[in-house]
């Protein structure tokens, strides 16, 4: 992006970050996701980090969120209540830590202190000679807004505070800090009661948390369950670590958060964050996230604060479950019905912990219904193991370059015409998408691309979310798009990408066969192969086949031994068509590789001798055996007839077998076998 573009994109995410903040703090009400605005912070505070003298004073990143309301009585924080930065991945992290280590000089070798971060609203208590006489909120962190009466409704606060540690005095003024929040199931609780009443539901537990604390009228909040967590202590009273602070906390009879946890390294810390990444659904109330402290309270202070937030503290948040991206085109893919797919190839975005670069979007309709164009700035999510999902687009993010989407009139796949059922569009060949589906069966299959682990099943799944629809697609295919699959692990999703990238590499009779040429079986591609090579061209890559594949004639052709005229027309009107030349362009754009087989006998031990295999054989695969035989000057059929020479019978030979002794056919033991090609 040029510094013009990421001028314009920049304002316009201010813009947009404004607008969806003044919503959400101001008038309560939520226009989009935090994960989605949290992706479009993101995206602003890399752009800002990479044109840094585009960075304005009223950029979303420089400001706390929150104006306090009118009705409201103000309050002064004695100290600033401060937010906190957020980090994504380990390697945020680290940057995080080597940031502090800047800042201060020296290397810390320090404890953390890892809390849960629950998604409420931030609080502070305010005790005198032991009573509660105020409790507000953030506001914008210097001034909040007076909640005490709503706030003293909640039973987790304690009105009055008791138990001194031995150590410490509860001072005349005693100052906390904490979040007051909402559980699950108080959530569906009202949620359900809204229902009953005929409202719109609560979006999330913090919005009806953050709106019951700022109700007039103190019932209202009385009504809903909040709960409450302490776990800051502002009053210095010679606490050395953070640690202490929630000891102290809990002494004082405050609630605090069980799960926190003091470590010893940041690989502690992943560990923790890691255990409830996995475990969150297990809580009784929301978390996006932990909070990281350094533990040494001398060195948090020293460390200072930067823009709105403790340079020693940061927000390490889970994978969220929605990202902004932008859509950078739309495909069309043909399912395993023939039905047609729109999908978009989306900028590669991690959602929910994997990276993805498609989403489908069902059916031409639904574009219309999110009216999205390419180019779009949208939201992608994915909630559980569901497939990932175009659920919105951002339009006031648009430039005015996006183009609209038509859905084709003609079947890519083979160019039929695409009729329209309901909502769905499909191929007016009924055998269209059936087809589709058998030749990708066959281009994975043993004798040809062998791609294991590619079973029928996985396959039918893949065309049906429309993350293939040709042969060259699978060596495209994208691990995170695999894993956001329903039911697919990341494991199994990147055991298929990997197997297939590790067959890119195929031999010439291998890559033949793969193309699925109409009378073309395992036997006539060696001979299709010699027919090619025979030009004395290079062979290395699909351009190559497609190069000297059009220019073979069916006269040619005939001049081989064993290619009949059937065969010789067919291989040359496979070369012709225009849609399976596109096939090879795109199969050598995606890295398709070719191998040259020695074609030639190594000896003609077995010269003229006609062999047929029947059954399986212990000492090695079928396609050895026949490698074996062919190295020795041998020809394999895959019939039994009176010209065959030899039948080589395996475990469990079947009637391949019955048919040799009726002939009378020399039949060969897997050992007799071995004995003849070794000798
Ligand atoms: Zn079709």
Request: proline share 3%; glycine share 8%.
């Amino acid at each position: 992006m040029d510094k013009q573009e990421a001028k314009r994109r920049m304002e316009k995410l201010r813009q947009e970050i404004d607008r969806y903040r003044y919503a959400y703090h101001v008038l309560n009400k939520s226009l989009v996701s935090d994960a989605a605005l949290d992706s479009l912070k993101k995206e602003l505070f890399d752009l800002e980090r990479q044109f840094p003298d585009l960075v304005t004073f009223d950029s979303p990143t420089q400001r706390v969120a929150g104006k306090p309301l009118k009705e409201f009585k103000k309050v002064h924080h004695e100290e600033r209540m401060l937010s906190f930065n957020d980090a994504f991945s380990e390697e945020d992290m680290r940057d995080w830590m080597g940031r502090v280590e800047n800042y201060l000089g020296k290397k810390i070798k320090d404890e953390f202190y890892c809390e849960l971060k629950i998604d409420g609203l931030a609080i502070e208590l305010v005790y005198e000679n032991g009573i509660l006489v105020q409790a507000s909120t953030r506001g914008d962190g210097i001034i909040g807004e007076d909640a005490t009466q709503n706030l003293k409704t909640i039973e987790a606060i304690p009105l009055r505070i008791q138990i001194p540690d031995s150590r410490f005095q509860i001072p005349n003024r005693f100052v906390v800090r904490g979040e007051v929040f909402l559980t699950k199931k108080e959530f569906e609780r009202i949620n359900k009661e809204q229902k009953k009443k005929g409202l719109k539901p609560y979006a999330n537990p913090r919005n009806i948390a953050a709106g019951s604390v700022r109700q007039l009228d103190s019932k209202i909040t009385a009504g809903r369950k909040l709960d409450s967590f302490q776990y800051d202590v502002v009053t210095i009273l010679g606490q050395k670590t953070h640690e202490e602070e929630h000891e102290l906390l809990k002494k004082s009879g405050f609630k605090i958060n069980p799960n926190n946890k003091r470590v010893k390294s940041l690989e502690e810390v992943f560990e923790f964050r890691d255990y409830w990444a996995k475990h969150r659904d297990r809580l009784p109330y929301e978390i996006d996230g932990i909070v990281v402290i350094i533990n040494d309270n001398k060195v948090f202070d020293d460390a200072g604060v930067i823009g709105k937030a403790p340079r020693a503290a940061i927000a390490y948040k889970f994978s969220p479950k929605e990202a902004t991206t932008i859509i950078e085109d739309i495909k069309v893919q043909v399912g395993r019905t023939g039905a047609l797919t729109p999908v978009a190839v989306l900028r590669a975005v991690s959602v929910g912990g994997i990276t993805i670069t498609h989403a489908s979007l069902h059916n031409y309709d639904e574009i219309k219904r999110l009216g999205i164009r390419i180019g779009d700035t949208a939201i992608v999510s994915r909630a559980g193991d569901v497939i990932p999902q175009v659920t919105k687009v951002l339009k006031d993010l648009r430039t005015g370059k996006e183009k609209e989407f038509h859905m084709l009139t003609r079947c890519p796949a083979d160019g039929s015409k695409v009729i329209k059922e309901g909502a769905v569009h499909r191929c007016s060949n009924k055998n269209c998408g059936a087809r589709v589906r058998e030749q990708l069966y066959h281009f994975v299959s043993r004798a040809a691309f062998d791609i294991r682990g590619l079973g029928s099943k996985i396959i039918d799944r893949l065309l049906d979310e429309g993350l293939i629809s040709d042969a060259a697609d699978i060596f495209t295919l994208n691990s995170g798009d695999v894993a956001a699959l329903e039911r697919f692990g990341e494991k199994s999703a990147e055991n298929i990408v990997r197997e297939a990238d590790g067959h890119k590499k195929i031999t010439l009779p291998r890559f033949l066969y793969a193309l699925g040429i109409l009378h073309v079986g395992e036997e006539s591609v060696r001979l299709l192969a010699e027919a090619l090579l025979r030009g004395k061209s290079k062979i290395n890559l699909p351009a190559d086949v497609l190069k000297v594949g059009k220019s073979l004639t069916e006269g040619e052709l005939q001049n081989i031994r064993d290619i009949g005229p059937a065969v010789a027309k067919s291989i040359v009107d496979y070369f012709k068509d225009k849609r399976h030349q596109e096939l090879l362009k795109k199969l050598d754009s995606v890295g398709v590789k070719i191998e040259i087989p020695r074609l030639k006998a190594k000896s003609s031990k077995l010269k003229t001798k006609t062999f047929v295999l029947t059954g399986g054989l212990e000492s090695m695969s079928r396609d050895e055996a026949k490698e074996k035989i062919r190295e020795l000057g041998g020809d394999i059929s895959e019939s039994v007839s009176k010209k065959t020479d030899y039948v080589v019978t395996g475990g469990e030979p079947g009637s391949k077998f019955e048919k040799a002794k009726k002939l009378g056919v020399t039949t060969l033991t897997e050992k007799q076998f071995l004995e003849m090609i070794q000798k």
